[in-house]
């Protein structure tokens, strides 16, 4: 069984489109990430929930929207997509809140998201 | 700031040792992370150091210095299911604890 499972793994779209990717996670921890890979593979943190409710929110933009309707998913939304917003994005989670005290951050396989 | 720098690629051949470096710049240090990241998946946990020194685990050791910001990833008996992106990534207390990811370094092993 996957641990952080992500859908869709491919997606294609047109400028302007608005999209979303679900995320699931079934290994009972309480929080649960949005993480952006770009092309020169840096790893940026964009949301995180701990149960449920927002803890980090970074420098994203407001077309950019998640959801966690409960502990174990969290969704993002993305609306009027732009050309830039092609990238891999992965959710992720862990036991606790952050990497404090070694918190393993265990990731879904990601989600190709080219805009054309 | 804060800052990850870890080498962009390195080649090893299969068989040998391949030390991989990172030196990190930050406040509120609270432990180094190194994950695995193979070409089209996503980052597995390799090891986590927060204290100094060496941590082993199978082929793959950790190694951390704090007072120097530097820590490294050692790779024995080199295979070739080992070509991958190491990334490096720093905790800070500064940042809710949020990882600070270095850009990996693509590792190639040649046969």
């Known amino acids: 069984d996957t641990a952080v499972s992500q859908t869709p793994k491919y997606l294609v779209t047109q400028m302007g489109n608005d999209k979303s990717i679900k995320c699931e996670q079934n290994?009972?921890?309480?929080?649960m990430y949005w993480y952006k890979q770009d092309s020169k593979k840096f790893l940026k943190i964009m949301f995180s929930?701990?149960?449920?409710?927002?803890?980090i929110n970074e420098t994203v933009p407001n077309r950019f929207s998640p959801k966690s309707p409960d502990k174990a998913h969290l969704n993002l939304h993305i609306n009027s997509l732009e050309l830039g917003d092609s990238a891999v994005y992965f959710c992720?989670?862990?036991?606790?809140?952050?990497?404090?005290?070694?918190?393993?951050?265990?990731f879904g396989e990601g989600s190709w998201l080219t805009v054309v | 700031g804060q800052n990850i720098d870890q080498p962009t690629e390195m080649t090893a051949t299969e068989g040998a040792i391949v030390q991989i470096n990172c030196t990190y710049q930050?406040?509120?240090?609270?432990?180094l992370f190194w994950y695995q990241q193979h070409a089209g998946e996503a980052p597995t946990f390799l090891s986590y150091?927060?204290l100094d020194g060496l941590e082993e685990k199978g082929r793959f050791s950790s190694f951390l210095s704090r007072s120097k910001g530097y820590s490294y990833l050692l790779l024995k008996e080199l295979q070739m299911k080992d070509s991958a992106s190491y990334l490096c990534?720093?905790?800070?207390?500064?940042?809710?604890?949020?990882?600070?990811w270095g850009a990996g370094t693509k590792l190639i092993i040649k046969p």
């Open positions: 992720a989670s862990s036991q606790g809140a952050g990497s404090s005290s070694g918190n393993t951050i265990y």
């Open positions: 290994l009972g921890h309480d929080t």
């Open positions: 929930y701990n149960n449920k409710e927002l803890i």
């Open positions: 930050t406040s509120g240090f609270n432990g």
């Open positions: 150091n927060v």
């Open positions: 990534a720093v905790s800070s207390a500064d940042s809710n604890y949020q990882l600070i």
